[in-house]
Every structure is written in C-alpha cells, then in structure tokens.
T-cell receptor, first 116, second 113 residues
Framework: GQQLNQSPQSMFIQEGEDVSMNCTSSSIFNTWLWYKQDPGEGPVLLIALYKAGELTSNGRLTAQFGITRKDSFLNISASIPSDVGIYFCAGVTPMNYGGSQGNLIFGKGTKLSVKP | DGGITQSPKYLFRKEGQNVTLSCEQN?????MYWYRQDPGQGLRLIYY???????QKGDIAEGYSVSREKKESFPLTVTSAQKNPTAFYLCASSTTGVSYEQYFGPGTRLTVT
C-alpha cells in the first residue's frame, strides 16, 4: 500500500531554535495534513494543505504542499517548550485508490524533545 | 463545546473477553473512524463509516467489529479474536466531501492481560 516517509524520526530542540521536518511519498497525494500529539492524547490538527505549492501558516508553524504533490514540509520557528510532542503528517489518498476514498495515510511521526 | 468524546480513558480486560470502546461526537460530522496506535508507530485504520448504518473495513479490521446506528455514535468492539489487542485506540470524525480534515478524540488505552 501507499506509505509516507517522515523524517527525522526524532530531534532535540533548544528553546528559540527553528525546526524543520518533512514527509515524502512515492505516490501523489491530493491533500496534506499536519497533526501534533501530546503523550496519552489524541492528535490535534495543526495545518491542512489542499493545493500543490500552497504555503500556509498557523502562528509560528508554516507548512508547504510540495510542487510534485509527493511531499510536504513543516517548519516551527522560535521553538518553545510546549512544542515538544510527536508531529504526524497525513496524506489523503487519491479518489480512485482501492475504494478508500478520502481516507488518511499517516507517517510514523517526528518526535520533538528538549535538549538535555 | 463541540467535540469528540471517548470513554473510558483507560480500560483493562482479561484475555478472551470482548470489550466495547465508546466514541461520541457532537460536531454533526457524517464520517467517523477508528484507528489503532502502537508505540512508535503511526495510526492504522481499523474501520470507518461515512453514513449511518454503513461502514467499511480499514487496513486492520480483523478481530474488531463496529456499528453505526446513530450519526453521533460509532462504538468499537475488540473481540477475543484480536491477537494483540493492547494498544491506544483513537476515534476521529470528519465532514464528507472536499475537506478531509479529521478531528480526533482523546483516545482509550486498552490493556489486555
């Protein structure tokens, strides 16, 4: 089936640093979503992207829908301690794939931790 | 406040018992979903429903069952046939159509011993 490769798997941040992560696939997606999950909680939707090349911000977060439609990027500027958590990308399957119209494929997440 | 509720937060069961996880939403969403999350893994789709009285298997439906008798409710039963039921279970809902944004509940952690 289709897979999303999310990188890095984990990273350490120091307060004030900018953070970048990405999600890639060998297949085309028509929507990209970025979620953040705190330990023991459900994921919270951060940003949704619907058009190739689209760049969308939500506060200190900025995400881009890659021009090839096979990747997406999330940047966090001036990180703060509450940015710690797991960030998931999710792509929406193309309408004609396997009958799972509109269902999400999730990456395995990027875990953000504070530098010791 | 509109949202999705899942209960209970923690659930413990003995092996061989069926258990039902609750999911309710008051967002007036047509579609609802159940996912399973294992440590260090992404979310895997168990079942989804896009309309009342209809549902489809996801990628890992074996050992699970669902019902969708009301728009607001989508309970998941973990049966004794599920070989590795211990996991974090997440329910989500969305509108149907061009927006595929799914909104998640707080999750239920099921432990089977």
């Amino acid at each position: 089936g289709q897979q999303l490769n999310q990188s890095p798997q984990s990273m350490f941040i120091q307060e004030g640093e900018d953070v970048s992560m990405n999600c890639t696939s060998s297949s085309i997606f028509n929507t990209w979503l970025w979620y953040k999950q705190d330990p023991g909680e459900g994921p919270v939707l951060l940003i949704a992207l619907y058009k190739a090349g689209e760049l969308t911000s939500n506060g200190r977060l900025t995400a881009q829908f890659g021009i090839t439609r096979k990747d997406s990027f999330l940047n966090i500027s001036a990180s703060i301690p509450s940015d710690v958590g797991i960030y998931f990308c999710a792509g929406v399957t193309p309408m004609n794939y396997g009958g799972s119209q509109g269902n999400l494929i999730f990456g395995k997440g990027t875990k953000l931790s504070v530098k010791p | 406040d509109g949202g999705i509720t899942q209960s209970p937060k923690y659930l413990f069961r003995k092996e061989g018992q069926n258990v039902t996880l609750s999911c309710e939403q008051n967002l007036n969403h047509d579609a609802m979903y159940w996912y399973r999350q294992d440590p260090g893994q992404g979310l895997r789709l168990i079942y989804y429903s896009q309309i009342v009285n209809d549902f489809q298997k996801g990628d890992i439906a074996e050992g699970y069952s669902v019902s969708r008798e009301k728009k607001e409710s989508f309970p998941l039963t973990v049966t004794s046939a599920q070989k590795n039921p211990t996991a974090f279970y997440l329910c989500a809902s969305s509108t149907t159509g061009v927006s595929y944004e799914q909104y998640f509940g707080p999750g239920t952690r099921l432990t089977v011993t």
